[in-house]
């Protein structure tokens, strides 16, 4: 199994599993993949540095006096940002998991809930501009939250 380092042509970073080099290749050759931020198959490998197994390492003790490694590094800009990008997968995937999916009826269901005649819960679904703005109007809150099209069907 070969874990490569992938980014989209909007500058996303993550990882792919593949069985090769080769099964990577074909699989983006034919657009297969896909980032899972913004549903981009504008794909590219990118630099990786190896995995090293550092089982038997051992945690470096400072020498009694110095005041090295006091405080952890602060981390590079790259690594924040995919910090940033995971913990929004994230927050998406436990939306999804939280709320009904209404799809194209959004508009409707979020009327009968704010009138009362439906059940009080948390629903997503689709809404053109307009319709969120006929909501607001009526005093009924919406987000628009971009959710990737890799979500749309079963997490894998």
């Known amino acids: 199994m070969k874990v490569l380092d992938l980014r989209c042509s909007h500058g996303h970073a993550f990882e792919g599993w593949f069985a090769s080099e080769d099964d990577f290749l074909e699989q983006n050759g034919r657009s297969l993949i896909a980032c899972p931020l913004c549903g981009d ?5 990118t630099p990786s540095a190896p995995r090293l197994n550092l089982s038997g390492a051992r945690e470096v003790v400072p020498l009694p006096g110095s005041h090295a490694a ?6 590079p800009a790259q690594a924040r940002v995919e910090e940033v990008q995971a913990a929004w997968l994230r927050g998406v995937r436990q939306l999804i998991a939280r709320t009904e999916d209404v799809g194209a009826r959004f508009p409707e ?11 009080n819960r948390g629903i997503r679904g689709h809404a053109t501009p307009e319709e969120r703005e006929a909501l607001q109007e009526e005093g009924i809150e919406t987000v ?8 749309d069907g079963p997490l894998q």
């Open 70 to 75: 006091a405080e952890p590094a602060a981390l």
């Open 144 to 151: 628009a939250i971009p959710v990737p099209r890799s979500l």
């Open 41 to 45: 198959h504008a794909i590219s490998r």
């Open 109 to 119: 269901e979020a009327r009968r809930i704010h009138y009362g005649e439906a059940p």
